[in-house]
Structure formats: structure tokens, C-alpha cells
């Protein structure tokens, strides 16, 4: 009796400190999770045929032989995509928690919303991936989508985190550590990020090159793939469909010379969907797919999303254009992430891999991840206009309700959409908190009479109008010019609703405008005449009820814009003119938008005051607190996200006119005053020398401004800096 107690004594101090038997009972050294991992991928590699190491260029970098396990990719930049229009999965639709689209998530400027929302979508990864019932998908996912958006016109705008590369750089770190959770050893899932780099046209994104000098590479277009390496933690991306400067991205030396050697990315580096194809019949960089080959293993491609890169990899091994050596080092970081996610070793030491197995309640349909819907979905809406304090509405003096609009009765899903296990649309939403005491009508709005007729006899009209996601049509069809998607750019920046809000602002006057929209839209006339209007994305399962949570007052919104919205096409540059300078985002805009960037109201006020800076001089290596005071002096609890800009008074190069250092979302009382800090490092401020080749610290005064969006500056205080 004494000795099987003292045996179970044992394995279960085994089973705490992760101690396992591998040691003993494995054949090779790879199966000893005690060793270096880079001692046990040299093993794996030496036991390895060269077929198997071909065929671990794929996204299913598994040894059966050996019993090596390895898991693939799917997609997530808003909730795990099994399902959708899609059809990711290319089986029965699985359901999944879908929040808002990434540009509506950005639109809370919150990283803990970011890190939530991700953190929800991991688990419910390792869950599809390990759960009995299902045991489908992979637990590497393609998110989030780093790419900035430069211009409105952009397909995929619904994809990024806006124009602001600050902004966007904090937002992927967040997303990408919600997505990998914070153990010291293994990931709960790995972020790859996309698509690197400067990927913001669809129209001949096949064979298109972005051009910008080295200066715009480093301060603008690379900067968020920065932070989601050095400040995320992640270890894999996707290279872009286009050129940068006349390379293909497939093949480009920034992914070895900069990615690798600078910023020590050291996982995996996958071509797109059929890029390695498109080397050679759209970009024309090769006279055949062997050499396109042979210069996506040298350029550090570790991972090919194309079917017939095989036999190319073995006749360019065969020939000599790639080494022994070469193919090795890229299969070591598709190495490091399996053994990151622990495919490598026994379940008992994996943090998550009970995830699934212990618990086996399916988390889409729990209530914490129905609130967190609700929650995060709630923060992304956006207030844009409230004259005479039309919203929140007063369900008590209601008798009835006009909801108009197509966008009203449903939750459009996008193309990176999974299948949500239910959804609320907008009209659900009114109906459901209205109560039963006012008659919520509804019109489709093809009518236009009808619709008018309807909001006339109405006490309020909420009119619900924008684009369609997938643009109801076949790939790479767009019938509305104001419409885009993956492969199509829009033609025009016009909401081409405006004829049915107008009608129905003529007859009741009590009119809200609700913008559910994946883009910035020309809405010049809406702004002008509407009293009330609300920026939401699509797809979120809980839009409805988020919705008419802000419309009635029971949460107080306070969701900002992360893009410019332009009042014309006239005042953008063409599409394909990368150099922001020429007019391009906040920072370089000369016009007057329709609503400016950071650009959000709330159904309270803040006043700002006390700007103070912890050092008046910062020098390289610094970093000084930036404090504000901001008080909520209206009659409403809510929440102000205080912005920290800076522009350069004496730079011997040409800086923007603003741009964003610091943000924080801070919910405050009625009559309440709280501080707000920031820290601001000197590297944020210093710019890249061409000559010296690193970021320089100049001597130069900097004026920092405090306010409420880019176009609502409350407080500023200069600083001086340099060397």
C-alpha cells in the first residue's frame, strides 16, 4: 500500500511540473520536450527524406512516419471562419462566436476589446480543433490583417484596423496576443499575420507593384507588421499578391533581410493563395514555375497556398538553385510554431489541450461568449451626428417606430465570416427593448413612398442604409459602384441611398441614420440635413441588440472613426499612388472631410485640462508620461477616448501635418474627473534616416496635442528633443 501511494505521489508531481517519460521511452531526441528546440528540430531534420521535407512546405507540415503532428491554417480576423459565404471549412457550416468586422472592431480604439474578442475566437479554435464531435480546422490562424488603409476605394478596407499606422501597430499587438495567450511556453493558437506588404488595391493585385520610398517602408507601411512581432509575439505572416518597388512580395529580400535578420521573425513566412502561380503568369518575374521556385525558398518562403509547388522544389533541389541548407532553415520556423502550439508534445504538458476534450460545452453557445458579443459589439459603434439631442431615444414617449431599409432586417456576413449561432438584426433589436407599447412597423425601402408613408405616421424614423459585404453577387462582381469587396475596389465613394433618407427626413424630421458599413461614404448631404446618424459595421451576431442598446440610451456610445471620410473622390489621389504624402490620410489631408479621423460623439461632454509632460526634454532612449485631466461635465456616464497627437516644428524632413502617438478609452461618472497617461518614447518620435539606415532622433521642437479626434484638439504643449 505504501508503494502505490507513493506512486501515485510521483506521477501526479509529474503531471504538475511537466515532467514526462519521453526521455526514456522516446526513439529519436525530437521527442524529448526537455531538449532546446532547436536541438530537436537539427534531429527531425536529420531523420527526415527529402520528400518529406518537400512536402512539409505546405500548411500541414506533418512527418507520419515519425508521428511528427502538425495542424493547419484557418481563417479569423473577427471569429473563427468555419462556414460563411465562404464556405471555410468546405464541409457542413460549424457555428462560431463572429463579432464585428475588423474595421469596426478598430473602431472602439480599445486594446482590451481587441485582446477580448481574439481570445474568444482561440478558444473556440482549440475547441473545433480537438473537440471529438468536431476535430476539424487548424490552429494557426490568418489574422490579423496588418495592411493599412490608405484609401477608401480599397476592397478589403473591412479587413484592416484604418489608415493610421499607430493605431493599427497597437491593435494587431493586441489581436495577435489574445489569439496566442499569455503562457511562457506554448500558444494557444498562432497569429499569421497579412498580407506584408502594402497590400491596400484589389483591381491587378496579381501583378500590381506599390511604390514608395524607404522612408514611408519604415515609418507608415511596415510599422503595424513591427509591433505584431516585437510587441505581439507573433511568428508567421503572408506575403502580399503585389510588388513593392517592381519585386513580387513573394519573393522580395525585406522578408529575409528585414523580417528575418532585423526583427527576428522566425517562424513561418507563406506565400497567399496561389501567388507562387502568379510569379510567372501575371507578374512575369520568371520564365517558369521552377526558378519562381527556387526564389521563394531563397527569398525565406516557408510555406506554399498552392497545390503544384512540389515537383518545382524538387527539380530546383535537383539543379542546384536551392540547397540542402536553404530548405532546411524555412522548414525550422514552420518547426517552431508546431512546437510553440505543442504538436510536438504529450497532451498532459499543453495548457490547452484540454480545451475541447475536459470541457466539452460548445463556448459559441455559452453566455459569456453571447455577452461578450454583445459587449464588444456595444463598443464599436460610432456616434457621428446627435443635433438637439434627438438620441438617445425615450422609449417612454414612444408610441411608435419606423424602421427603414434593407440593412434593418439583416446581418450581413462577409467573406472571412464564419457561420454566427444566431444573429440579431437591427429590426429585431428596436422591436425586442421597445417593448410592447410601441409599434415598431418596418419597410424594406424599395418603395419609396411606402417607406415615406411609413415614417410620416411615425413618431421616429430610424432609416438604416450601407453596402453589401459580399456585394450580393459572383467573385470579383461588384453591380454598385460604391461597393467593393476582395478582388474589387470601389469606383465611387457615394452612399447612393441619400434619395431614400431624404424622402424620409421631408416628412418626419425625427429622422436617425444608421450607416451600417464596412467603408468611409461620401455622406456630405446626410450630414448636413440628418439630425442624428451612427456608424456600424457588418456581421456581428449581436448587432441588433448592441444597437438598440445605443439607441435607447442604455449605453452611451463612444466608438471612433480610424478613417478619413472624404467628401469626394476629388479629393483623394489616384488609387495606385502609394506616397501618403500626396494627400493621403489624416496626416497628409488637405481638404475638409466629411468627418475626420478619430471622430466619434457621445451622449455626454469632457472637458480636457492640465496637459502636462513628465520632462519637457527627451533625448534617444527616452521616454516621458503624458498626463491629461478629463472631466465628465454633461449629465450621462460615458466613456471619451482621449487622442495624443504630435507634429514636428523644426524637422529637416517632411513629417505629416499630425499623427497619432498615443489613445485611451476612459469611462467616467457624471461630475467625475479622472487622469489619463500616456508614455511616450522617443523612438516614436524620431525618423528614418536613408543615409544612416536607423530611426535618428533629431534636434526639433515637437508640439503635442491632446483632444478628442484629429480634428479636435482641446490642449497642446511643446517639447524639445534631440540629440
Known amino acids: 500500500?505504501?508503494?502505490?501511494?507513493?506512486?501515485?505521489?510521483?506521477?501526479?508531481?509529474?503531471?504538475?511540473?511537466?515532467?514526462?517519460?519521453?526521455?526514456?521511452?522516446?526513439?529519436?531526441?525530437?521527442?524529448?520536450?526537455?531538449?532546446?528546440?532547436?536541438?530537436?528540430?537539427?534531429?527531425?531534420?536529420?531523420?527526415?527524406?527529402?520528400?518529406?521535407?518537400?512536402?512539409?512546405?505546405?500548411?500541414?507540415?506533418?512527418?507520419?512516419?515519425?508521428?511528427?503532428?502538425?495542424?493547419?491554417?484557418?481563417?479569423?480576423?473577427?471569429?473563427?471562419?468555419?462556414?460563411?459565404?465562404?464556405?471555410?471549412?468546405?464541409?457542413?457550416?460549424?457555428?462560431?462566436?463572429?463579432?464585428p468586422q475588423a474595421i469596426g472592431l478598430a473602431e472602439s480604439w480599445d486594446e482590451g476589446v481587441l485582446l477580448r474578442a481574439a481570445e474568444i475566437e482561440s478558444r473556440e479554435v482549440r475547441f473545433m480543433f480537438q473537440n471529438k464531435k468536431y476535430a476539424r480546422g487548424g490552429l494557426v490562424v490568418r489574422a490579423p490583417n496588418a495592411d493599412?488603409?490608405?484609401?477608401?476605394?480599397?476592397?478589403?478596407?473591412?479587413?484592416?484596423?484604418?489608415?493610421?499606422?499607430?493605431?493599427?501597430?497597437?491593435?494587431?499587438?493586441?489581436?495577435?496576443?489574445?489569439?496566442?495567450?499569455?503562457?511562457?511556453?506554448?500558444?494557444?493558437?498562432?497569429?499569421?499575420?497579412?498580407?506584408?506588404?502594402?497590400?491596400?488595391?484589389?483591381?491587378?493585385?496579381?501583378?500590381?507593384?506599390?511604390?514608395?520610398?524607404?522612408?514611408?517602408?519604415?515609418?507608415?507601411?511596415?510599422?503595424?507588421?513591427?509591433?505584431?512581432v516585437a510587441d505581439g509575439g507573433s511568428r508567421a505572416y503572408m506575403a502580399a499578391y503585389n510588388a513593392v518597388n517592381g519585386v513580387p512580395c513573394t519573393v522580395h529580400p525585406m522578408l529575409k533581410k528585414i523580417t528575418v535578420d532585423e526583427w527576428r521573425q522566425n517562424g513561418i513566412i507563406c506565400t497567399d493563395g496561389?501567388?507562387?502561380?502568379?510569379?510567372?503568369?501575371?507578374?512575369?518575374?520568371?520564365?517558369?514555375?521552377?526558378?519562381?521556385?527556387?526564389?521563394?525558398?531563397?527569398?525565406?518562403?516557408?510555406?506554399?497556398?498552392?497545390?503544384?509547388?512540389?515537383?518545382?522544389?524538387?527539380?530546383?533541389?535537383?539543379?542546384?538553385?536551392?540547397?540542402?541548407?536553404?530548405?532546411?532553415?524555412?522548414?525550422?520556423?514552420?518547426?517552431?510554431?508546431?512546437i510553440k502550439l505543442g504538436m510536438w508534445d504529450p497532451p498532459e504538458m499543453v495548457p490547452y489541450a484540454s480545451i475541447g476534450v475536459a470541457d466539452t460545452l460548445e463556448p459559441w453557445m455559452s453566455a459569456s461568449h453571447r455577452l461578450a458579443a454583445r459587449e464588444v459589439a456595444r463598443k464599436t459603434i460610432v456616434l457621428l451626428k446627435?443635433?438637439?439631442?434627438?438620441?438617445?431615444?425615450?422609449?417612454?414617449?414612444?408610441?411608435?417606430?419606423?424602421?427603414?431599409?434593407?440593412?434593418?432586417?439583416?446581418?450581413l456576413l462577409d467573406w472571412y465570416s464564419g457561420t454566427p449561432p444566431y444573429a440579431v438584426p437591427i429590426l429585431q433589436g428596436i422591436t425586442l427593448r421597445?417593448?410592447?407599447?410601441?409599434?415598431?412597423r418596418y419597410s424594406g425601402g424599395d418603395d419609396i413612398r411606402s417607406a415615406a408613408a411609413l415614417a410620416r405616421a411615425s413618431d421616429v424614423a430610424v432609416?438604416?442604409?450601407?453596402?453589401?459585404?459580399?456585394?450580393?453577387?459572383?467573385?470579383?462582381?461588384?453591380?454598385?459602384?460604391?461597393?467593393?469587396?476582395?478582388?474589387?475596389?470601389?469606383?465611387?465613394?457615394?452612399?447612393?441611398?441619400?434619395?431614400?433618407?431624404?424622402?424620409?427626413?421631408?416628412?418626419?424630421?425625427?429622422?436617425?441614420?444608421?450607416?451600417?458599413?464596412?467603408?468611409?461614404?461620401?455622406?456630405?448631404?446626410?450630414?448636413?440635413?440628418?439630425?442624428?446618424?451612427?456608424?456600424?459595421?457588418?456581421?456581428?451576431?449581436?448587432?441588433?441588440?448592441?444597437?438598440?442598446?445605443?439607441?435607447?440610451?442604455?449605453?452611451?456610445?463612444?466608438?471612433?472613426?480610424?478613417?478619413?471620410?472624404?467628401?469626394?473622390?476629388?479629393?483623394?489621389?489616384?488609387?495606385?499612388?502609394?506616397?501618403?504624402?500626396?494627400?493621403?490620410?489624416?496626416?497628409y489631408f488637405k481638404g475638409e472631410p466629411v468627418f475626420s479621423f478619430g471622430h466619434g460623439l457621445s451622449y455626454t461632454s469632457f472637458s480636457y485640462a492640465d496637459l502636462a509632460v513628465s520632462d519637457s526634454v527627451m533625448t534617444e532612449g527616452d521616454s516621458v508620461f503624458v498626463r491629461v485631466k478629463i472631466r465628465n461635465t454633461g449629465r450621462r456616464a460615458g466613456e471619451e477616448v482621449v487622442q495624443l497627437y504630435a507634429r514636428h516644428m523644426d524637422s529637416s524632413v517632411e513629417r505629416p501635418l499630425k499623427e497619432l502617438k498615443g489613445f485611451k478609452r476612459i469611462a467616467l461618472q457624471p461630475g467625475k474627473t479622472g487622469t489619463v497617461e500616456m508614455v511616450l518614447h522617443a523612438r516614436q518620435l524620431a525618423y528614418w534616416n536613408t543615409e544612416r539606415k536607423r530611426f535618428v532622433l533629431e534636434k526639433d521642437k515637437v508640439r503635442l496635442m491632446a483632444g478628442s479626434s484629429s480634428s479636435d484638439i482641446r490642449l497642446e504643449k511643446t517639447i524639445c528633443i534631440g540629440e
Open 148 to 228: 493599412l488603409g490608405r484609401d477608401p476605394r480599397w476592397g478589403r478596407t473591412e479587413e484592416c484596423y484604418g489608415e493610421d499606422p499607430f493605431l493599427n501597430g497597437a491593435l494587431t499587438a493586441a489581436f495577435v496576443k489574445g489569439l496566442q495567450g499569455d503562457h511562457p511556453r506554448y500558444w494557444r493558437t498562432a497569429s499569421l499575420m497579412k498580407h506584408f506588404l502594402a497590400n491596400s488595391n484589389e483591381n491587378g493585385r496579381d501583378s500590381t507593384s506599390s511604390n514608395f520610398d524607404e522612408r514611408l517602408w519604415r515609418e507608415y507601411y511596415a510599422y503595424p507588421f513591427w509591433r505584431g
Open 386 to 411: 446627435n443635433a438637439d439631442g434627438l438620441l438617445p431615444l425615450d422609449v417612454s414617449r414612444l408610441k411608435s417606430i419606423a424602421v427603414i431599409g434593407r440593412r434593418a432586417n439583416e446581418v
Open 463 to 587: 432609416v438604416c442604409v450601407g453596402n453589401h459585404p459580399t456585394c450580393d453577387a459572383g467573385w470579383a462582381d461588384c453591380p454598385l459602384p460604391g461597393e467593393g469587396k476582395e478582388a474589387v475596389d470601389r469606383k465611387s465613394i457615394d452612399l447612393g441611398q441619400e434619395a431614400l433618407v431624404s424622402e424620409v427626413l421631408s416628412v418626419n424630421p425625427k429622422t436617425v441614420v444608421v450607416l451600417v458599413s464596412s467603408f468611409p461614404y461620401a455622406v456630405k448631404w446626410t450630414r448636413d440635413h440628418v439630425p442624428a446618424i451612427l456608424h456600424m459595421t457588418h456581421s456581428g451576431q449581436e448587432s441588433g441588440n448592441a444597437l438598440a442598446d445605443v439607441l435607447f440610451g442604455d449605453v452611451n456610445p463612444a466608438g471612433r472613426l480610424v478613417q478619413t471620410w472624404p467628401e469626394s473622390l476629388d479629393q483623394l489621389p489616384p488609387m495606385m499612388d502609394y506616397d501618403i504624402r500626396h494627400g493621403r490620410t489624416y496626416m
Open 274 to 338: 496561389g501567388a507562387f502561380n502568379l510569379l510567372v503568369s501575371k507578374h512575369r518575374a520568371f520564365a517558369d514555375r521552377d526558378a519562381a521556385a527556387a526564389a521563394c525558398v531563397n527569398a525565406g518562403i516557408s510555406q506554399f497556398l498552392d497545390w503544384n509547388f512540389e515537383d518545382p522544389v524538387r527539380r530546383s533541389l535537383a539543379s542546384g538553385a536551392v540547397s540542402a541548407a536553404a530548405l532546411d532553415s524555412v522548414l525550422r520556423g514552420n518547426f517552431r510554431v508546431m
Open 1 to 99: 500500500m505504501k508503494n502505490r501511494k507513493n506512486r501515485i505521489a510521483a506521477l501526479a508531481v509529474a503531471a504538475m511540473t511537466g515532467i514526462t517519460c519521453l526521455k526514456a521511452q522516446g526513439q529519436y531526441p525530437f521527442q524529448n520536450p526537455d531538449l532546446p528546440s532547436e536541438e530537436r528540430i537539427d534531429n527531425l531534420l536529420s531523420l527526415m527524406t527529402l520528400d518529406e521535407k518537400i512536402a512539409c512546405l505546405g500548411t500541414y507540415p506533418a512527418v507520419p512516419r515519425l508521428k511528427v503532428r502538425a495542424t493547419r491554417h484557418v481563417e479569423g480576423l473577427h471569429g473563427l471562419a468555419m462556414g460563411g459565404p465562404s464556405n471555410w471549412g468546405k464541409r457542413n457550416p460549424c457555428p462560431t462566436t463572429i463579432f
Open 434 to 440: 421597445a417593448g410592447q407599447k410601441v409599434d415598431v
